[in-house]
């Protein structure tokens, strides 16, 4: 779970925009995530693909650190 804000401690993925499998490039929209002050698009920073999806359920609240996502170069 990224770090969307100085405070942030926990959140919780919203909805998944990308699903396993798919090409990833700098921008792209991976999940939105619920913080308790706001729903945030996660972009991704690098070219990939979306190898694994950690927790696909949405609501499940995580800490800052907890791994949601794998992605991979190829």
Do not use: H, R, Y
Not at 40 to 45: C, D, L
Not at 49 to 67: C, H, R, S, T
């Amino acid at each position: 779970m990224p770090a969307l804000s100085p405070t942030m401690v926990t959140g919780k993925v919203k909805v998944w925009v990308k699903n396993e499998g798919d090409s990833l490039q700098p921008g792209d929209i991976l999940c939105e995530i619920e913080t308790d002050k706001a729903s945030i698009g996660f972009e991704i920073q690098d070219k990939g693909f979306l190898a694994k999806v950690i927790n696909p359920n949405p609501g499940v609240e995580m800490k800052v650190g907890d791994i949601i996502a794998i992605t991979v170069e190829n």
